[in-house]
């Protein structure tokens, strides 16, 4: 929470730096690792890598817990920035709330049509369910983002933990949040998908 709040007092110092906003949860907070280690940050080194530091800037506005009915309001945050790219990662939390497909799919909507009225560019990060929330709550669930991606046409991947979810060496030891070799697998799969876009 401090580094999101640290965030909102240096976003307008990125003068003609080409800004990144991540919008996620624990995941794309990077619970549970270094912030070195997260893959918004494994994206940063990528970018400074590629094309020279200053350049790009990635600002990451995820919160740990967050639902996709708080992704507006942090838009609304971090839009002083000038944000030209959205990674919007939000979703994977809305099952433990209770929160229907139906109202996940709603709120995805707001802030993707929020962020295209700015003239911000957009990836959507694809989730899944685990199968115990039920055969019907997990496909309702998993078709709202490739529905979302062609409604807008908009940037995609279908599944941000392809490749991780699962797998007990790049998890931690609650099984749901990716250690640091998890978060480089996250950050080859977001990259491959962003590149494209920038």
């Given at each position: 929470?401090?580094?999101?709040l640290m ?10 730096e ?5 919008i ?23 970018l400074?890598?590629k094309y020279g530091a200053g ?10 817990g967050s639902t996709s009915?708080?992704?507006?309001s ?11 790219f959205?990674?919007l990662?939000l979703g994977?939390n809305d099952?433990l ?8 799919k ?5 802030i993707?049509?929020a962020?295209?009225e700015l ?13 115990n929330?039920?055969?019907?709550y ?15 046409d908009?940037g995609?991947v279908?599944?941000?933990?392809a490749?991780v979810?699962?797998e007990?060496s ?29």
């Open positions: 929470m401090f580094g999101f965030s909102l007092f240096i976003m307008n110092s990125y003068g003609a080409r800004v990144l906003l991540f996620g949860d624990s995941l794309t907070e990077g619970y549970g690792v270094e912030k070195s280690e997260s893959y918004p940050q494994l994206i940063q080194n990528k400074d890598q350049k790009f800037k990635v600002l990451n506005g995820s919160v740990s009915a708080s992704g507006l942090r838009l609304n945050w971090f839009k002083k920035s000038n944000p030209e959205l990674i990662g994977a099952g709330r209770g929160v229907t497909p139906q109202m996940t709603a709120n995805l909507k707001k993707i049509n962020a295209l003239k911000i560019k957009v990836l959507l990060l694809g989730m899944m369910m685990p199968p929330y039920g055969p019907q997990t496909d309702e669930f998993k078709s709202i983002y490739p529905e979302l991606s062609k409604e807008y908009i995609f279908p599944f941000v933990l490749g979810a699962g007990k790049l998890n931690q030891g609650d099984g749901i949040h990716p250690n640091s070799k998890g978060h480089l697998v996250i950050s080859e799969t977001v990259w491959n998908s962003l590149e494209k876009m920038l």
